[in-house]
Nanobody
């Protein structure tokens, strides 16, 4: 069974930084694009960032996080990261790691990020 385990969330002041990690197992990590989503209270889950497997991993970002967040992956460690800088209160959400395998979406348990002074 595919497993995704996120960590690294927490409480941070506006303007601060966090690094989220997602350790994957039970599938060939290097062969799949990986995604970070987030869901704020009362809102739908939204795609934040994506990294493919091509050419070391091309990336895409939601407009709301471009220039502030960076997604990266370490295939040797089966881990995808989300580096978040210049955090804003509106970044407060539960962040989820995701992989789609044969049209099925697998999710981690999520990690809470709260941006507040």
């Amino acid at each position: 069974q595919v497993q995704l385990v996120e960590s690294g969330g927490g409480l941070v002041q506006p303007g601060g930084s966090l690094r989220l990690s997602c350790v994957a197992s039970k599938f060939i990590f290097s062969r799949y694009a990986m995604n970070w989503y987030r869901q704020a209270p009362g809102k739908e889950r939204e795609l934040v960032a994506r990294i493919t497997t091509l050419g070391g991993g091309s990336t895409n970002y939601a407009d709301s996080v471009k220039g502030r967040f960076t997604i990266s992956r370490d295939n040797a460690k089966n881990t995808v990261y989300l580096h978040m800088n210049s955090l804003k209160p509106e970044d407060t959400a539960v962040y989820y790691c995701n992989v789609r395998i044969v049209s099925y979406d697998y999710w981690g348990q999520g990690t809470q990020v709260t941006v507040s002074s």
